[in-house]
């Protein structure tokens, strides 16, 4: 079996973030949240790895490299526009082959891991094997309909009147005939060759097409709130660790890891919470479910439930809480006269100013 990883998008529900970094490698617990699904690959046992990617593919290319450090070997695959999931399967025809396979959009997580979904494809041996997860809103994904013996019947790729609650997330397992369906294809109402369609071409055809439940936690990791609560969960599972420097005047409560070349003076750590290596914390206080990625300052400030990327910087601000702080950013006081805020935002920016 391989895996077939798709990295590329843009990303546009975590924007201002993404116009100048991978939405799949936003870390989570300062992990791309990329690399958790390539370790849940590697895991269940699958060494060969086509990674699609996009205009990000320089930036993904570097932190994946050749995969050796997850345990597979990658092929990479561009695709040259986001022209939907069923296209990247399309382009991957001549890294597929035969071989069944494993597709994982690379901005989900998914707590457990693949290996018992691989386990029951490879014994049961139907032609496609989805997941399924009920939401609140299922027009955000793609809707499965099942009968009354819980046979998949028909999909719907963001329906407006969905069917079911029964959202399809971004792991599915196909056999050899999917080739056959995604050439049969054409582009939907948004332009695009949508995977739930090339599910319906397999069904209409007789094919055989399973689906299981997720028993754990899924989360498509598209927009902040859904980043923020991925990152609590992963932070929930922390082993305390203290690699870096903690000085006598600070106090660490609870799981809270300190990585190597990290530096904590006269603050206050309440965890879960990871300090990444070289960062500073300087008489400040940071509260559970905070990840501060490496090289990152917090001065004189608090910060609670929030992700903070490399090189970012914050320095006596008071309280912030429920944030994504991106790469480099720099988060400093107004002057106090005049009293006014002032900004410089991006597109698609978005602040929330207290009166």
């Known amino acids: 079996m391989k895996a077939l990883v798709l990295a590329g998008g843009s990303g546009s529900r975590l924007r201002p973030i993404t116009y100048s970094f991978a939405k799949q490698l936003v ?10 699904g390539l370790e849940a690959i590697a895991d269940a046992g699958i060494r060969d790895v086509g990674v699609v990617v996009g205009d990000t593919e320089a930036e993904i290319k570097k932190a994946v490299g050749d995969g050796s450090r997850f345990g597979v070997r990658v092929t990479y695959l561009r695709q040259d526009a986001p022209r939907g999931l069923a296209h990247a399967v399309l382009i991957a025809r001549d890294f597929l082959g035969d071989d069944d396979f494993v597709m994982y959009l690379g901005d989900n997580f998914i707590v457990g891991g693949i290996n018992d979904l691989v386990e029951r494809f490879r014994q049961e041996r ?19 309909e099942l009968d009354g013996t819980g046979r ?38 948004r332009g695009e060759l949508e995977i739930t369609d090339t599910i319906q071409w397999l069904i209409d055809q007789g094919h055989r097409v ?18 923020l609560e991925v990152n609590r969960l992963v932070l929930e599972g922390l082993e305390p660790s203290v690699a870096g420097e903690v000085d006598s005047a600070s106090e660490l409560i609870g799981r809270v890891v300190v990585e190597e070349g990290a530096r904590i003076t006269g603050s206050r750590i309440v ?59 720099r988060v400093t006081p107004a002057p106090s006269v005049p009293r006014a805020h002032r900004l410089v935002l991006g597109d698609h920016s978005k602040v929330q100013i207290s009166k």
């Open 27 to 36: 870390p989570v617990a300062n992990k791309p949240v990329l690399f958790y």
């Open 126 to 144: 139907p032609h496609a094997q989805i997941m399924l997860a009920k939401v609140s809103d299922p027009r955000a994904f793609g809707v499965a």
């Open 271 to 329: 965890g879960p919470a990871i300090i990444g290596p070289g960062a500073v914390v300087r008489d400040s206080y940071i509260g559970p479910f905070t990840s501060i990625d490496r090289d990152c300052t917090v001065i004189d400030s608090e910060i609670e439930y929030s992700i903070v990327l490399r090189g970012a910087s914050i320095d006596g601000v008071g309280r912030i809480e429920v944030s994504l702080i991106g790469r480099q950013a």
């Open 210 to 227: 399973e689906s299981t439940m997720v028993s754990g936690y899924w989360k498509d990791t598209g927009n902040v709130a859904d980043m």
């Open 152 to 189: 998949v019947v028909a999909l719907e790729e963001k329906p407006e009147r969905p069917k079911s609650d029964l959202a399809l997330v971004g792991v599915y397992l196909f056999g050899p005939a999917v080739h056959e369906a995604v050439r049969r294809l054409k582009p939907s109402r």
